[in-house]
């Protein structure tokens, strides 16, 4: 079975831009999540989606936007893009038959996220 | 709100030596409690989970309890290796329905030959 896959693994922005960063989880899984992660905040929880509704949301700004697809597929967007928002972005999906919590999450590579 | 408190790195250790990465953790309810790794360059990878008190999760000699009394979860080997360096993220997940994934800061840990 394939993995998380997120597209790209790598990308460059200027302030002021959007980007779009892509996640198509595991076979069969209906949910995912998103996480952000940062040498001086760490892993920090975005948002998660489930049959294509935000189930869970962290405390990030409305900048930082996300949906899901019927096929489970997931796109994070983050617009005015700020320094602060370099990261490596991990993307999270899991079969999610039960509550959810005591269920496995896999992750994908990431994407790592420069903005200068 | 709910947070996790781990360890801080680098931890430095010889090949075969024990191995303990503190975990502690705040958290409303009974939430479920994982330790993940994450090598260079790399995504995280599940290492062990536990999903109620007093439960034992184990993986690749690693293990971990669950304790409610001590609200922590800390991490052990036996005999660490070469390849077991790597960063560890001890984590909670609340059982509220869904996923809201709270991470230690994680641990940084070097195993020299």
């Known amino acids: 079975k394939a993995g998380v896959t997120q597209t790209p693994r790598y990308l460059i922005k200027t302030r002021g831009q959007q980007v779009t960063l892509s996640c198509s989880p595991i076979?069969?899984?209906?949910?995912v999540s998103w996480y952000q992660q940062t040498p001086g905040q760490g892993l920090q929880f975005l948002f998660e989606?489930?049959?294509?509704?935000?189930?869970n949301k962290g405390n990030f700004p409305g900048r930082f936007s996300g949906r899901q697809f019927s096929n489970s597929r997931s796109e994070m967007n983050v617009s005015t893009l700020e320094l602060g928002d370099s990261a490596l972005y991990l993307c999270?999906?899991?079969?999610?038959?039960?509550?959810?919590?005591?269920?496995?999450?896999?992750f994908g590579p990431g994407t790592r996220l420069l903005v200068l | 709100g709910d947070s996790v408190t781990q360890m801080e790195g680098p931890v430095t250790l010889s090949e075969e030596a024990f191995l303990t990465i503190n975990c502690t953790y705040t958290?409303?309810?009974?939430?479920?409690l994982f330790w993940y790794v994450q090598y260079p360059g790399e995504g995280l990878q599940l290492l062990l989970k536990?999903?109620?008190?007093?439960d034992k999760g184990s993986n690749k000699g690693f293990e971990a309890t669950y304790r409610k009394e001590t609200t922590s979860f800390h991490l052990e080997k036996g005999s660490v290796q070469v390849s077991d360096s790597a960063v560890y993220f001890c984590?909670?997940?609340?059982?509220?329905?869904?996923?809201?994934?709270?991470f230690g800061a994680g641990t940084r840990l070097f195993v020299k030959a």
């Open positions: 536990a999903t109620k008190a007093d």
């Open positions: 989606y489930f049959s294509e509704t935000q189930r």
């Open positions: 958290a409303t309810g009974y939430p479920s």
């Open positions: 076979s069969g899984h209906r949910s």
């Open positions: 999270a999906s899991s079969l999610a038959q039960g509550s959810g919590g005591e269920e496995t999450q896999y």
């Open positions: 984590a909670l997940t609340p059982n509220t329905g869904g996923f809201k994934t709270i």
